[in-house]
């Protein structure tokens, strides 16, 4: 069974900056691909980063692109988001998955963590 653990999360000011990590209990790490959703209260997870397998690929959404940052450390089993600029609207509860797929919708993910809850106040 995988499974995530994440941490960093947190209540910040508007421009702060904030990095998440997320652990897999997975000796093979380097087989997943790796992504971070967000989800607003009542509202639909929503694809934010993806970083695949080999780390050399990554994609942003629109509305983070030139704020956040994923990358991953294949030694220490972690990927992260590294969060910078941040605004109201990014708060949400951050989630990773990862899958050996992978692709930017939570129905192509199998195994989740916690979540964990980032507020940035105005």
């Known amino acids: 069974q995988v499974q995530l653990v994440e941490s960093g999360g947190g209540l910040v000011h508007t421009g702060d900056s904030l990095r998440l990590s997320c652990s897999l209990s997975?000796?093979?790490?380097?087989?997943?691909?790796l992504v971070w959703f967000l989800q607003i209260l009542g509202q639909e997870r929503e694809f934010v980063a993806i970083i695949m397998r080999s780390g050399s690929s990554t994609r942003s959404a629109d509305s983070v692109k030139g704020r956040f940052s994923i990358s991953r450390d294949n030694a220490k089993n972690t990927v992260y988001l590294q969060m910078n600029s941040l605004k109201p609207e990014d708060t949400a509860v951050y989630y990773c998955?990862?899958?050996?797929?992978?692709?930017?919708?939570?129905?192509?993910?199998?195994?989740w963590g916690q979540g964990t809850q980032v507020t940035v106040s105005s």
């Open positions: 998955a990862a899958s050996t797929l992978g692709g930017p919708r939570p129905s192509q993910y199998d195994y």
């Open positions: 997975e000796p093979n790490f380097g087989s997943y691909t």
